[in-house]
């Protein structure tokens, strides 16, 4: 088969950047929330990404390769699960830039998820890294939804964020102990 | 690039009668959710298929092509969201027989994530249809989870089902009245 100049192919983990940093805010949560479940503490989960299969073939009879798939823009948010008995969704974004959150990577469905949890009685919030700082916030949902709305410049800035998100303290286990901040918050 | 005799390309939603059968109640599932969000009586959404994927391709630069991905094993159950205030959990299931359903299709994982849910304050149950009667049926988890650890045959009869589960009525919107079950169940 020849490789087309223009068909690289690359390993997602290791070259795209954007990627590579979300995953290790997600990587945190993931350990943070496998660590969570192990005490009982609670149960919540990343949503799988959900992709588009087009073509799948079978090498043998148990097995499934698939050769053809896309990734579909996700409907809702990234994680969900039960804590306290009550139902909680968040979404979890880093950022490179030490002056801003943009809404751009939020799409408008997305705050219309976490508009609905709210509205059934859930608990809803967002998780924002800043990689520069290392610094981890938990920005409760109505606070984001109202921003998203109102501001022109659509983002929050780095200076507002600290004034109204709460930052999660981080340990070895778990990584983010954002439980805590969920304590404060909403129980 | 030559297609080997043992290297069938197909279109797994249309060849495959095991997962186009479970494909039926799932856009059952799906659609009743559809509605039941629509008039905001509740926000519940079946999780994206765990897929694992191993190479990308980029034919152009913003479009990302998967040729190399595998399905994965769920770790958690296919459905959850949030009813009344409360979160719910739940595993859809599809059989041809007309005489059992067997306990093959569960994995070990998905039988203790139920009991976590529970364990939790969450709402748990199943989902299983005879597609043979066209019958849908809503069966509270700890029942599930009580025939998994102590039947000896690894499955519950058509007519255990039928006295222990709850019958979905169906009908246009919904599509499956599920929720109706659950009220009288928990609520």
Redesign the interface.
Known sequence: ?INYP???????SSTNSNISRGMNLEKDLNDSNTFY?SI?R??I?K?????Q?V??????RK??????????I???TDY??????????FEAKETKSKTLFTFQNIHDHQIK?LL??I????IAFIIIRFSSFNETYVLDAKQVIDAYYTSEKKSLSYKEIKSIAHLVTEGFTPRLKYLDIIDRLYF
């Open positions: 088969m223009n068909k690289k192919k690359v390993n997602i479940k009982n609670a149960l989960y949503k799988p990404t959900p992709i299969v073509k799948v073939d079978y090498p043998s097995h499934a390769k698939i050769s053809e798939a896309y990734y579909q996700p409907s809702t969900n699960g039960i804590y306290k008995g009550k139902y909680i969704d998820h609905s949890v509205e059934h009685g859930g």
